[in-house]
T-cell receptor, first 117, second 112 residues
Framework: GAVVSQHPSWVICKSGTSVKIECRSL??????MFWYRQFPKQSLMLMAT?????????EQGVEKDKFLINHASLTLSTLTVTSAHPEDSSFYIC?????????????FGPGTRLTVT | GDSVTQMEGPVTLSEEAFLTINCTYT??????LFWYVQYPGEGLQLLLK?????DKGSNKGFEATYRKETTSFHLEKGSVQVSDSAVYFC???????????FGAGTTVTVRA
């Protein structure tokens, strides 16, 4: 139980285009989803927290207009990287928290590798 | 604020060797503590957790004990395998927040 999926697993896009990444909780309702960014050989950096039906809360230094987050249902959150540039290339990981496992436990997706050329 | 300090890597071991990765934390209240593992090109998997002092989390031969007196949650495995090669992250969630604070990660390579 408590499975989180991400789609796509990897994507290559051209500079200036937008890319949407989906995060789904497959067998539980996710009241809160988190989006992280991970650079090579580094730890995870929390980008934003989203609660179903409300606006996302972004961490300091994360551009809200560049990284659009939507959490329209209890099983789906999306991250859209708008007007992507090569510096946005990274590994993006989502996690979900719900009633399963208690409020302190997060379940992670497999990640999405974004390459902007 | 809350923080996690993790042993610097990389760590290289031979198969069947003993592994320990040190982790200490700073937090207010009573945090929950976690170890996550990340295999190359993949997301994070929860390895084990402990939610209160003196709890011992264990899974797949790995163990970690929540030590409040030393604010530590060291990860240990008695006999590692090549398949244990991965990056290991220590993390905490504080009692008054829901955000995970991660350590820097420790890369472990096990040689046959």
């Amino acid at each position: 139980g408590a499975v989180v999926s991400q789609h796509p697993s990897w994507v290559i896009c051209k500079s200036g285009t937008s890319v949407k990444i989906e995060c789904r909780s497959l067998d539980f309702q996710a009241t809160t989803m988190f989006w992280y960014r991970q650079f090579p050989k580094q730890s995870l950096m929390l980008m934003a927290t989203s609660n179903e039906g409300s606006k996302a809360t972004y961490e300091q230094g994360v551009e809200k207009d560049k990284f659009l987050i939507n959490h329209a249902s209890l099983t789906l959150s999306t991250l859209t990287v708008t007007s992507a540039h090569p510096e946005d290339s990274s590994f993006y990981i989502c996690s979900a928290r719900g009633l399963a496992g208690g409020y302190r436990e997060q379940y992670f997706g497999p990640g999405t590798r974004l390459t902007v050329t | 604020g809350d923080s996690v300090t993790q042993m610097e890597g990389p760590v290289t071991l031979s198969e069947e060797a003993f592994l320990t990765i040190n982790c200490t934390y700073t937090a207010t209240g009573y945090p929950s503590l976690f170890w996550y593992v990340q295999y190359p090109g993949e997301g994070l998997q929860l390895l084990l957790k402990a939610t209160k002092a003196d709890d011992k989390g264990s899974n797949k031969g790995f163990e970690a004990t929540y030590r409040k007196e030393t604010t530590s949650f060291h990860l240990e495995k008695g006999s590692v395998q090549v398949s244990d090669s991965a990056v290991y992250f220590c993390a905490l969630v504080s009692s008054n927040d829901y955000k995970l604070s991660f350590g820097a990660g420790t890369t472990v390579t096990v040689r046959a």
